[in-house]
């Protein structure tokens, strides 16, 4: 079952622009991450924010958290075509590093 | 750059008949986890091993899958007999204990005609 519901399903944009992509999940967390797909490829670890933190940034990617409404951002800042990609939330949850996935945002940058 | 390695990339296999994916997870990976994606949806964990032990395999059909990590190293999926429904991305990760990031491995398409 799918813990995390990402919004919008589907983005497109134009490079240099910004991208925002949101989860909202079900269950306490212990942490929340965000990876990227490229089509057809295995998953990358973009970022973790754990549930006593409220904000972390990566490069151009800044993430929040917001345990009280259960959901997070991402933000990826002056896209480039090479962002394009599926984006996906992982809520992990107990002792045993399990994680469940959300069911993605796709982001489309043009040039 | 250490990687996870998984073979084969793609698989095309008639119902009924019986396939095995393979997994290597990076050194010193004692955690391997098994997902399957059905095109459009996030990854679905199928079992979790640590070390040669089943951590976690609620979400895995016992009556068609199998899982086994012998050594506690590489491991294998298998699924017999193969169902249209098993169509999908079955993909590998490992992390460290009580690690947080996963790292993935290309993932095996499978196509079952």
């Known amino acids: 079952s799918q813990q995390g519901e990402e919004d919008p399903q589907a983005l497109s944009i134009q490079e240099g622009e910004n991208a925002t992509m949101n989860c909202s999940y079900k269950?306490?967390?212990?942490?929340l991450q965000w990876y990227r797909q490229n089509s057809g490829r295995g998953l990358v670890h973009l970022i973790l924010?754990?549930?006593?933190?409220r904000e972390k940034h990566s490069g151009r990617l800044r993430v929040t958290l917001d345990t009280s409404k259960k959901s997070s951002s991402l933000l990826i800042t002056a896209s480039r075509a090479a962002d394009t990609a599926s984006y996906f939330c992982a809520t992990g949850t107990g002792t045993a590093s399990k994680l469940t996935f959300g069911t993605g945002t796709r982001l489309q940058v043009t040039l | 750059e250490a990687e996870v390695a998984q073979s084969p990339r793609y698989k095309i296999t008639e119902k009924s008949q019986a396939v095995a994916f393979w997994c290597d997870p990076i050194s010193g990976h004692a955690t391997l986890y098994w997902y399957r994606q059905i095109l459009g949806q996030g990854p679905e964990l199928l079992v979790q091993?640590?070390?040669?032990?089943?951590?976690?395999d609620s979400q895995l059909p016992k009556d068609r899958f199998s899982a086994e990590r012998l050594k506690g190293v590489d491991s294998t999926l298998k699924i017999q007999p193969a169902e249209l429904g098993d169509s999908a991305m079955y993909l590998c990760a490992s992390s460290f204990p009580r690690g947080h990031e996963q790292f993935f491995g290309p993932g095996t398409r499978l196509t079952v005609l």
């Open positions: 269950t306490s967390i212990n942490n």
């Open positions: 091993f640590q070390d040669e032990s089943v951590v976690d």
């Open positions: 924010i754990r549930s006593n933190e």
